[in-house]
């Protein structure tokens, strides 16, 4: 199939990959409001030391039948919460909780299977559907969005989650693009997709524009004693060796399950445009990973970078064509994806492998998907940058337009 309407995809222009209704207008009721209380109370039950105690005698028992009554938001809203929830009481705690009690494992489980995800916190239910407008009739950026549902709450949290929902919401402008561009590939139309490399390459600068704003609230120390803890998996986690088990989950036959942890690698805008560019990247442990985390993403924005990944021709187009505009506006996106990846790889060294001190699930080598990454993502950094293509008078000399790795 052709690529379709971002709509279909459950992706806009105003907001890109963000939900598209407003989720704080979301209502729950019965026993889900109930569980919602509940959730919102986390920053004060965390500091108590005795968070699993709490959320045992607090949360209402709801069951498999009770998801299939709620709507697609409603579902995504109580994702949030339980998500937070279940993360809360796996690491809320000295040492890691190995099982979920029935009233988080039961609905946990029932709302990703709704959904079309995993049983913890995703980052969809991190970000994408976890924030809200402080003037409705303002833009989404960090000067108008707050964090609805929170782990400790405070400022670095917030900003930490804020960054990203500002990104997700500026990249539509990019999103909304990419069909036009593999339209324009597909008809020979080098000036058009010329033009709409470049808007996208102004799009991409303002994306690491945002990014490089981390630090501003975000303190490196903080985000790895007060944040971090508690967004890790029990995949490949040495204090959840055998996993976490579901209590009453009748699917699991009381096994033990093993998921990846919530990452902003999970963010679907980067694989967009590798699959736009037709970057690709050579078999490392960190490709599996991030081949791995596709099946986190919700199911419309997965769809998305398959078809993507199936029906852009643009970097055979770019070659072929031999226009030195159209390379140069092809290079402006390779290298805006290479710049992002760079500020990834320095945020990673300031704000995880730098930090002194290893707690348990709290590895300064390993992300909270479960995977080392520092000399991947240099090596997937420097994959990107071999993308260019090469213009200009070398071009002209040797004849032809060729892969600058070649």
Not at 52 to 80: C, H, N, T, Y
Not at 151 to 171: K, M, P, S, T, Y
Not at 310 to 316: A, F, Q
Not at 318 to 337: E, G, H, P
């Amino acid at each position: 199939m052709p690529i379709e309407t971002l709509e279909n995809y459950d992706i806009s222009e105003a907001r890109g990959f963000l939900c598209d209704y407003d989720a704080t207008a979301v209502s729950l009721s019965g026993d889900w409001a109930r569980a919602r209380e509940v959730a919102m109370r986390l920053p004060q039950m965390l500091t108590t030391g005795r968070v699993r105690e709490l959320l045992r005698r607090d949360l209402p028992k709801i069951l498999e039948g009770d998801v299939e009554a709620l709507s697609d938001a409603q579902a995504r809203a109580a994702m949030v919460h339980y998500s937070f929830m279940v993360q809360s009481y796996v690491w809320g705690e000295a040492d890691a909780a190995s099982v979920l009690p029935e009233v988080l494992a039961r609905p946990i489980c029932a709302l990703a299977k709704k959904l079309g995800q995993q049983p913890l916190l995703p980052y969809s239910g991190y970000v994408l559907d976890n924030w809200g407008l402080h003037d409705p009739s303002g833009p989404i950026d960090l000067s108008n969005i707050y964090v609805i549902q929170n782990f400790l709450g405070g400022q670095d949290e917030n900003w930490f989650i804020l960054v990203h929902v500002a990104i997700e919401a500026r990249a539509g402008a990019a999103l909304v693009r990419i069909k036009a561009v593999i339209d324009g590939a597909e008809s020979g139309d080098a000036a058009k997709v010329t033009k709409l490399l470049n808007e996208i390459a102004v799009v991409w600068s303002d994306l690491k524009d945002i990014f490089d704003r981390m630090p501003e609230r975000c303190d490196p120390y903080a985000y790895f004693e007060r944040v971090r803890p508690y967004i890790h998996g029990w995949k490949d986690n040495p204090a959840l060796p055998n996993g976490v088990m579901y209590e009453g989950v009748e699917a699991h036959n009381g096994a033990a399950q093993s998921y990846r942890g919530q990452t902003g690698s999970q963010s679907s805008i980067v694989p967009c445009m590798d699959a736009l560019l037709g970057i690709g990247h050579a078999a490392d442990p960190m490709k599996a990973y991030l081949d791995e985390l596709h099946i986190y993403r919700p199911p419309g924005h997965r769809r998305f970078i398959d078809d993507l990944r199936n029906h852009s021709g643009l970097r055979d187009f770019v070659i072929t064509a031999k226009d030195a505009d159209l390379s140069r506006a092809y290079n402006a996106n390779v290298q805006a994806v290479a710049d992002f990846r760079s500020r990834h790889l320095e945020y990673a060294a300031s704000y995880i492998n730098k930090q002194s001190r290893n707690a348990a699930g709290n590895d300064t080598d390993v992300g909270t998907g479960g995977t080392p990454f520092m000399k991947y993502l240099k090596k997937h950094r420097d994959e990107t940058q071999a993308n260019l293509i090469i213009v200009g008078q070398e071009a002209a000399q040797r004849g032809s337009f060729v892969n600058s790795a070649e």
